[in-house]
């Protein structure tokens, strides 16, 4: 397991001018990723030229509005190489994740009728449970629900079977626990759900950051994440098969266009962020040690990431178990890290979840408490009303320094 990243990690460090941040005296660690990564030199570059250049609308027949829609094209090729999609056309941006999912949900409950079924997960981010459960209200359709086993925190994919039927229109479901780290067999789900005749909504965006994306291996009909998660800006990228985004009403005032993506796409997009986007999808790329198309060079970056990321997990996992009263919740095996990303939520004796946030965070270690809105599972594992969980999680600028640095903070509190 290689216990340096396949890049210089101090030349990485100083791209992102945020990692330089002092707190009381001391580099700040930041931990708190799964929330929201920091974005490297690059990426603040790009949105700070398009302000600059003085962007315009887009569809105008003058320079500013033409330099807009060369933005657009460029960071729906970007987001079709991080999805590996097939057509730029796949690509809808949105305000974030939970309002591309509110917009999709409302369009396929257009094609649900009373006594249909959907299926959600006790796992998921609330973003992809609540915008599905309410539209499913709306139409009179019922609500099917896929555990997790509370021991390790993984998906019951065994009872996926039992809750299928020929009245199943959706199953969305989470490719990465924000809140425990657990990695979903989506190709499993996706197989699953296609043979009884549904279709499949990914929620990716905490997978975004740790491992390569390929949505086209995946088979799923839908995908979504949030770019702030993956060192980008705030928007959000969901892909969708051409056929149905071709095929389904959008919910939405009358589109500029009939076709899509624009057909998705609803009010003025945030273009600053989009430059951002393609900066961000770029700046991955350029860890890549191959040449090739930027499609090849995301594979191997990202696949090079996770490795690196499983040996920082590695090493909390090992330093975790030495902490009296520290409990981590999913997997903890450290021979199965392949099946969870970098964050961990944990639990000290003797400490609520917000106390230990705020001791950490006076030493300038950045960390989240609560539910982090994966509030079905914080129910599942009966702490909603205990404060939740401190969540810990790490990306590939994060070093082994700072989860020795942690690790003695934790310790230190016991």
Same mark, same amino acid.
């Given at each position: 397991?290689k216990?340096?990243?396949?890049f ?11 990692l330089?941040l002092?707190v009381n ?16 030199q690059?990426?603040?570059d790009?949105?700070a030229?398009?302000?600059?250049q ?10 500013t509005s ?7 094209m460029?960071?729906r ?12 056309e796949?690509i ?6 939970? &309002?591309l ?5 409302r369009?396929?409950? %257009?094609?649900? %009728?009373p006594?249909?079924?959907?299926i $959600?997960?006790?796992?998921?981010h ?9 539209a499913?209200?709306?139409?009179? $359709? ?8 509370p ?7 065994d009872?996926l079977?039992?809750l299928?039927?020929?009245?199943t229109?959706?199953?969305?479901v989470?490719?990465?626990s924000?809140?425990?780290?657990s ?5 499993r ?18 997978y975004?950051p ?5 949505v ?6 839908f995908?979504?994440?949030s770019v702030?998660?993956f ?5 959000g ?18 589109p500029? &266009?009939p %076709? ?5 796409e609803?009010?003025t997009q945030s273009f ?6 393609t ?5 991955i790329?350029s860890?890549?040690q191959?040449?090739?198309?930027r499609?090849?060079?995301l594979v ?7 490795e690196?990321?499983m040996s ?6 090992e330093?975790a ?6 409990r981590v ?6 021979e199965?890290?392949v099946q969870?990303t970098p964050?961990f939520?944990?639990?000290l004796?003797?400490?609520?979840p917000e106390?230990?946030a ?8 950045f ?15 009966g ?7 401190v969540r810990?999680?790490f $990306?590939?600028?994060? &070093?082994h320094?700072?989860?020795? %640095?942690?690790?003695a903070a934790l310790?230190?509190?016991t």
């Open positions: 397991m216990t340096q990243p396949p210089d990690l101090q030349t990485i460090r100083r791209r992102f001018p945020a330089q002092e005296g001391r580099t700040a660690v930041y931990l708190d990723g799964p929330g929201g990564t920091q974005v490297p690059p990426v603040i790009a949105i030229h398009y302000l600059a003085g962007g315009s609308n887009q569809g105008g027949p003058f320079f033409q330099y807009t829609d060369t933005v657009i460029a960071a090729h970007a987001i079709m190489d991080f999805y590996h999609a097939r057509r730029p796949e809808v941006f949105g305000q974030n994740m939970t &309002s999912t509110f917009a999709f949900s369009a396929l409950a %257009q094609t649900w %009728q006594g249909d079924e959907i $959600v997960t006790r796992l998921d609330d973003a992809n449970i609540t915008p599905w459960v309410m499913a209200t709306d139409r009179s $359709v019922t609500v099917r629900w896929l555990d997790f086993d021991t390790d925190c993984t998906l019951r994919l009872l079977p039992g299928l039927n020929e009245k229109r959706l199953v969305a989470t490719y990465a924000n809140a425990v780290g990695i979903t067999d989506v190709p789900v996706v197989q699953m759900a296609h043979q009884a005749g549904a279709l499949v909504y990914v929620d990716s965006v905490h975004a740790h491992g390569p994306l390929d086209q291996a995946l088979d799923c009909d995908l979504a994440a702030y998660k060192f980008g800006g705030h928007v990228a969901l892909y969708g098969k051409y056929e149905h985004l071709d095929r389904l009403p959008a919910y939405k005032v009358r500029s &266009s %076709q899509p993506p624009g057909k998705w609803t009010g600053e962020s989009l430059a951002g986007v900066a961000a999808v770029d700046y790329a860890l890549s191959t040449s090739g198309s499609r090849e060079r191997w970056a990202m696949t090079q990431i996770k690196y990321e920082l997990s590695y090493h909390f996992l330093g178990a030495k902490i009296p009263g520290l919740y999913g997997i903890t095996d450290v199965n890290l969870r964050t939520a944990v639990s004796t003797g400490h609520t106390t230990v705020t001791r950490l965070g006076e030493q300038g270690i960390v989240w408490h609560g539910d982090y809105y994966a509030v079905a599972v914080m129910e599942r594992l702490l909603a009303d205990k404060g939740g969980l810990i999680g $990306v590939h600028y994060n &070093s320094n700072e989860v020795d %640095q942690v690790l310790a230190a509190l």
